[in-house]
T-cell receptor, first 111, second 113 residues
């Protein structure tokens, strides 16, 4: 059973569309991270959210941490082909020593 | 250039033949970790180390060994590889004794026949 569940697992959209990826858990996390991974490379950290209800923006990407610190979302506005990749959420629990990943969302943005 | 390096990048081996995947970081990071990535399962942590001579199990440690004799190196050892260890392996490091702000290596693709 995956501790962090991401949805959808696959998403194919047209350039210019908006999209939201969800990361849900029944566990509380002290912080939650979002990574992006391209083929043949390791994941690259996009953002860390630490406070319940926190919203962070990174250009066209908006990240939100749920009030109860059990879930998070990633919203992309006006998606571009360069946004194509595997998006991974990952959580750190209060003990702080381990990182647990979701299954990932494979996003394809078609020109 | 600050980086995490892994070697080899690709490896094909046979069941039972011991192998080591090396991981090295040049950023003086405290925390290092190994993950395996399988389709539909995301990344799962194998082992991690919060400092020299300090290692601990992650979620899927069975069949793997690690050591942290020096701060910069964290090799992953498969004493007797089996086909179910065919996977994409990533090493990562972070500055403090915590997985926050991890930098990942480029990955090692392993095929066990």
């Amino acid at each position: 059973t995956q501790l962090l569940e991401q949805s959808p697992q696959f998403l194919s959209i047209q350039e210019g569309e908006n999209l939201t990826v969800y990361c849900n858990s029944s566990s509380v996390f002290s912080s939650l991270q979002w990574y992006r991974q391209e083929p043949g490379e390791g994941p690259v950290l996009l953002v860390t959210v630490v406070t319940g209800g926190e919203v962070k923006k990174l250009k066209r990407l908006t990240f939100q941490f749920g009030d109860a610190r059990k879930d998070s979302s990633l919203h992309i506005t006006a998606a571009q082909p360069g946004d194509t990749g595997l998006y991974l959420c990952a959580g750190i629990k209060a003990s702080g020593s381990r990182l647990t990943f979701g299954e990932g969302t494979q996003l394809t943005v078609n020109p | 250039e600050a980086q995490v390096t892994q070697n080899p990048r690709y490896l094909i081996t046979v069941t039972g033949k011991k192998l080591t995947v090396t991981c090295s970081q040049n950023m003086n990071h405290e925390y290092m970790s190994w993950y395996r990535q399988d389709p539909g399962l995301g990344l799962r942590q194998i082992y991690y180390s919060m400092n020299v001579e300090v290692t601990d199990k992650g979620d899927v440690p069975e069949g793997y060994k690690v050591s942290r004799k020096e701060k910069r190196n964290f090799p992953l050892i498969l004493e007797s590889p089996s086909p179910n260890q065919t996977s994409l392996y990533f090493c990562a490091s972070s500055l403090f004794a915590s997985p926050e702000t991890q930098y990942f290596g480029p990955g090692t693709r392993l095929l066990v026949l």
